[in-house]
């Protein structure tokens, strides 16, 4: 019998063992499926260039999300020449859109339609301008993760007719697509088959040695079996020369424990919109503390005002907060109250319109300089304070006003935020009135009784 058959039935009753323990409740802790271990026949591809040594501790991350389809030209080139303003945001990692071929068969022209897991979508560059673009923004200072979709494939990619029974089937042994969803373009993958996930592992190790990337965003992580997740990443974090990062579009707590340092803010979002629509500003650390209270430590949420996802169906930021200026005071909330923000290609400089990221829209990223200046603001201003990324939090009731305190050591930051499209005079509470710094105007600035703040204004204050 060859190797691979026999490692492949060692890998598939050790699932069986791990899986049927877990049931009878014979562990205490996380279950822990077996780090994949290459057969003697599988090799990992030869490591491209050199591991990236700066890849930012978790709570030091500002993420900006690259849709190559808004660059022009719309492929790695056009991405990497806007990797200097990308940088000068104050990014320190870049999330690449799905890179891979997409498939046709069935197809609606979605990213995340994989035919090829080891492939590059063509019309982007090549293995080497890919190379280019990430060994470019190593060289800036950003770290680059892929995003991974591990759900499903298209319907001609090769697993379908090479591994049939990788893939969910009905009662008459056709593939389906993912249950539950209306997904249609794409196979549902079966995580029941341990040949499967070891082939899905190999290909996520493969661009880490290949183009040199620093970690995956994982799609619909809630999904995926955890054990999967375990499984993945406990084999990834074998690659020792590596320090990986990993994001999972998801909000379950076993996805911390299984690996992830990062998760989605989903609830945030939704709750910071309809403040901003006019609802109860109370809402807003109401969602924070139990979205923070779901998470394991050191968990941590990714904090946004859009992403590829929410500016097709949701529109624009100019549209959701009211404006340019709604826009930038719903991010230094987003920034600033806990977590770590997300930035969104296209959100910087005020596109006014819905994307649909199946398709090319190319964006003028020469739009709203006062905007892209405003977000450097904020963003400095966060990377100088410890206070604003891992403070203790003090939030401060107003029906308009989102107000709040963070305190690390010495270092004392208040944000003040009006969320209206009103002027309003602020009853400034007690205990932040008093002599404090303007943290954008250097500027000295004495908190009164009272407080008159502009429409959709924001204030941040240092002792």
Same mark, same amino acid.
């Given at each position: 019998?060859?190797?691979?058959?026999?490692?492949?039935?060692?890998?598939?009753?050790?699932?069986?063992?791990?899986? !049927?323990?877990?049931?009878?409740?014979?562990?205490?802790?996380?279950?822990? *499926?077996?780090?994949?271990?290459?057969?003697?026949?599988?090799?990992?591809?030869?490591?491209?260039?050199?591991? %990236?040594?700066? &890849?930012?501790?978790?709570?030091?991350?500002?993420?900006?999300?690259?849709?190559?389809? =808004?660059?022009?030209?719309?492929?790695?080139?056009?991405?990497?020449?806007?990797?200097?303003?990308?940088?000068?945001?104050?990014?320190?990692?870049?999330? +690449? $859109?799905?890179?891979?071929?997409?498939? &046709?068969?069935?197809?609606?022209?979605?990213?995340?339609?994989?035919?090829?897991?080891?492939?590059?979508?063509?019309?982007?560059?090549?293995?080497?301008?890919?190379?280019?673009?990430?060994?470019?923004?190593?060289?800036?200072?950003?770290?680059?993760?892929?995003?991974?979709? !591990? /759900?499903?494939?298209?319907?001609?990619?090769?697993?379908?007719?090479?591994?049939?029974?990788?893939?969910?089937?009905?009662?008459?042994?056709?593939?389906?697509?993912?249950?539950? =969803?209306?997904?249609?373009?794409?196979?549902?993958?079966?995580? /029941?088959?341990?040949?499967?996930?070891?082939? $899905?592992?190999?290909? $996520?190790?493969?661009? #880490?040695?290949?183009?040199?990337?620093?970690?995956?965003?994982?799609?619909?992580?809630?999904?995926?079996?955890?054990?999967?997740?375990?499984?993945?990443?406990?084999?990834?974090?074998?690659?020792?020369?590596?320090?990986?990062?990993?994001?999972?579009?998801?909000? /379950?707590?076993?996805?911390?424990?299984?690996?992830?340092?990062?998760?989605?803010?989903?609830?945030?979002?939704?709750?910071?919109?309809?403040?901003?629509?006019?609802?109860?500003?109370?809402?807003?650390?109401?969602?924070?503390?139990?979205?923070?209270?779901?998470?394991?430590?050191?968990?941590?949420?990714?904090?946004?005002?859009?992403?590829?996802?929410?500016?097709?169906?949701?529109?624009?930021?100019? =549209?959701?907060?009211?404006?340019?200026?709604?826009?930038?005071?719903? @991010?230094? #909330?987003? !920034?600033? $109250?806990?977590?770590?923000?997300?930035?969104?290609?296209?959100?910087?400089?005020? %596109?006014?319109?819905?994307?649909?990221? @199946?398709?090319?829209? *190319?964006?003028?990223?020469?739009?709203?300089?006062?905007?892209?200046?405003?977000?450097?603001?904020?963003?400095?201003?966060?990377?100088?304070?410890?206070?604003?990324?891992?403070?203790?939090?003090?939030?401060?009731?107003?029906?308009?006003?989102?107000?709040?305190?963070?305190?690390?050591?010495?270092?004392? &930051?208040?944000?003040?935020?009006?969320?209206?499209?009103?002027?309003?005079? %602020?009853?400034?509470?007690?205990?932040?009135?008093?002599?404090?710094?303007?943290?954008?105007? /250097?500027?000295?600035?004495? +908190?009164?009784?009272?407080?008159?703040?502009?429409?959709?204004?924001?204030?941040?204050?240092?002792?």
């Amino acid at each position: 019998m060859e190797i691979r058959t026999v490692k492949s039935q060692i890998n598939t009753l050790l699932l069986f063992i791990i899986l !049927a323990g877990s049931i009878l409740g014979c562990s205490k802790s996380k279950p822990v *499926p077996p780090v994949v271990t290459p057969p003697a026949t599988y090799t990992d591809p030869a490591q491209y260039g050199t591991p %990236y040594a700066s &890849v930012p501790a978790s709570t030091d991350i500002v993420m900006y999300e690259v849709n190559i389809q =808004t660059f022009t030209p719309a492929n790695f080139q056009g991405v990497e020449a806007r990797l200097d303003s990308i940088k000068a945001l104050g990014v320190n990692v870049i999330w +690449l $859109m799905p890179t891979y071929p997409i498939g &046709v068969l069935k197809s609606v022209g979605s990213p995340y339609c994989v035919m090829n897991y080891e492939g590059v979508n063509a019309n982007f560059g090549t293995l080497d301008d890919l190379r280019t673009l990430v060994a470019q923004a190593h060289a800036l200072g950003m770290a680059v993760i892929m995003d991974w979709e !591990a /759900n499903d494939t298209s319907w001609d990619n090769a697993w379908i007719t090479q591994h049939p029974n990788w893939y969910q089937q009905n009662s008459s042994g056709n593939i389906i697509y993912p249950p539950g =969803t209306t997904y249609t373009d794409v196979a549902a993958l079966n995580f /029941n088959n341990a040949d499967m996930r070891i082939a $899905m592992i190999r290909a $996520m190790k493969y661009w #880490i040695f290949t183009a040199n990337v620093d970690g995956y965003r994982c799609d619909f992580a809630d999904n995926i079996p955890n054990d999967f997740w375990v499984q993945a990443l406990d084999t990834l974090n074998t690659i020792k020369t590596h320090k990986l990062i990993y994001l999972a579009e998801g909000t /379950n707590g076993a996805e911390i424990t299984a690996g992830f340092q990062l998760g989605y803010a989903f609830s945030f979002y939704s709750t910071l919109k309809s403040v901003f629509a006019g609802g109860q500003v109370s809402t807003l650390f109401t969602t924070n503390t139990a979205e923070l209270a779901s998470l394991p430590s050191p968990g941590i949420k990714l904090r946004y005002i859009t992403n590829h996802d929410d500016a097709s169906s949701d529109g624009s930021t100019i =549209t959701e907060y009211g404006g340019k200026q709604g826009a930038l005071a719903a @991010f230094v #909330i987003a !920034a600033y $109250m806990d977590g770590v923000p997300l930035i969104y290609s296209s959100q910087e400089v005020g %596109y006014p319109n819905a994307i649909n990221f @199946f398709t090319t829209v *190319p964006v003028n990223y020469a739009a709203n300089p006062d905007m892209v200046a405003a977000y450097k603001k904020i963003l400095a201003f966060r990377a100088a304070h410890a206070a604003v990324k891992t403070g203790a939090l003090t939030t401060y009731a107003d029906p308009s006003i989102v107000a709040f305190e963070k305190i690390s050591g010495t270092d004392d &930051v208040v944000t003040l935020v009006n969320t209206t499209n009103s002027t309003v005079n %602020y009853s400034v509470p007690s205990a932040i009135q008093g002599a404090w710094t303007d943290g954008l105007a /250097n500027t000295s600035v004495t +908190l009164s009784a009272q407080l008159s703040l502009a429409p959709y204004q924001y204030i941040i204050l240092k002792k």
